[in-house]
């Protein structure tokens, strides 16, 4: 067996994808996808409605399950776990923000961002605590802890959500139009929260966005256009990005 570490976050090999498997409406829409994430990459995918944004980060933050190919997370093959070992998995080395935050209405901001954590390990101790205000902080939204989500904008909501993907410190952060929802001056404060993040935590991102100006302030930009890959490079930038 290899002992070999392997340096990516996260690799496709040939990853194909159907709907509708073994019906006559069987249709594949994603037709073997090859990418490799770094483990401090910051990337936008884009590409038009349908072309299978939403199936390919489903797929890679194990909520469902390609047709065949290999998905390999930090080094791991994935076609052979079963159910609970994705889980497990997904709930250890993924965080996921949507384009609509989900938040759970009967619980406050600091509860919604501490959920993660208790699904895998039951009440929360001290520290766990702290570590979820300091998020909620670092967000923006340190004396919001107690509000429900229908106490809060969309953009607060949405920040509480960023901080409830980050409370397991994932290695890889997957973000569907997280900022489809939002105000501008709403989305650059999330986008400039995943770019810490990713800076500070060492989280890799791979952000869905319709919106070029976004794409273009990500590292590198992965285009897709019916279900292929079309083009994959890294963003030439104009003004360098301020050093931390
Ligand atoms: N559950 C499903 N069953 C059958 N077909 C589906 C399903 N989900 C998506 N599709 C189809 O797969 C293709 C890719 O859809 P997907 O949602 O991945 O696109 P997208 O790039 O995310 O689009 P958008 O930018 O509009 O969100 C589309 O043709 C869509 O109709
Ligand atoms: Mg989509």
């Given at each position: 067996?290899?002992?070999?570490?392997?340096?990516?976050?996260?690799?496709l090999?040939?990853l194909?994808?159907s709907?509708g498997?073994?019906?006559?409406?069987?249709?594949?829409?994603?037709?073997g996808?090859?990418?490799?994430?770094g483990r401090?990459?910051?990337?936008?995918?884009?590409?038009?409605?349908?072309?299978g944004k939403s199936?390919?980060?489903?797929?890679?933050?194990?909520?469902?399950?390609?047709?065949?190919g290999?998905l390999y997370?930090?080094?791991r093959?994935?076609?052979?776990?079963?159910?609970a070992a994705?889980?497990?998995l997904?709930?250890?080395?993924?965080?996921?923000v949507?384009?609509?935050?989900?938040?759970?209405?009967?619980?406050?901001?600091?509860?919604?961002?501490?959920?993660?954590?208790?699904?895998?390990?039951?009440?929360?101790d001290a520290?766990?605590v702290?570590?979820?205000?300091e998020?909620?902080?670092?967000?923006?939204?340190g004396g919001?802890?107690?509000?429900?989500?229908?106490?809060?904008?969309?953009?607060?909501?949405?920040r509480?959500?960023?901080?409830?993907?980050?409370?397991?410190?994932p290695?890889?952060?997957?973000?569907?139009?997280?900022?489809?929802?939002?105000?501008?001056?709403?989305a650059?404060?999330?986008?400039e929260?995943?770019?810490?993040?990713?800076?500070e935590?060492g989280c890799?991102?791979?952000?869905?966005?319709?919106?070029?100006?976004?794409?273009?302030?990500?590292?590198?930009?992965?285009?897709?256009?019916?279900?292929?890959?079309v083009?994959d490079?890294?963003?030439?930038?104009?003004?360098?990005?301020r050093?931390p």
């Open positions: 067996m290899s002992d070999v570490q392997d340096e990516s976050v996260l690799r090999v040939g194909r994808k709907y498997v073994g019906t006559p409406v069987e249709t594949e829409v994603l037709h996808i090859d990418l490799t994430l401090r990459d910051f990337a936008a995918l884009v590409g038009p409605s349908g072309s199936t390919l980060l489903n797929l890679i933050g194990l909520l469902d399950r390609p047709t065949s290999e997370l930090l080094g093959p994935t076609r052979d776990l079963d159910d994705r889980t497990a997904r709930a250890s080395a993924i965080g996921f949507f384009q609509f935050h989900h938040l759970i209405e009967g619980f406050t901001a600091l509860e919604n961002v501490l959920m993660p954590l208790m699904l895998a390990r039951g009440r929360p520290a766990t702290a570590w979820a205000r998020l909620l902080e670092s967000v923006g939204l919001f802890a107690d509000r429900r989500p229908g106490e809060l904008s969309g953009g607060q909501q949405q509480v959500a960023v901080a409830r993907a980050l409370v397991t410190r290695a890889l952060l997957l973000a569907d139009e997280p900022t489809g929802n939002l105000d501008t001056r709403s650059q404060g999330v986008f929260l995943f770019r810490r993040f990713n800076a935590l890799a991102v791979l952000l869905v966005t319709h919106d070029p100006r976004l794409a273009e302030a990500c590292d590198r930009t992965i285009s897709l256009v019916d279900g292929r890959i083009s490079s890294p963003n030439r930038r104009l003004v360098s990005p050093s």
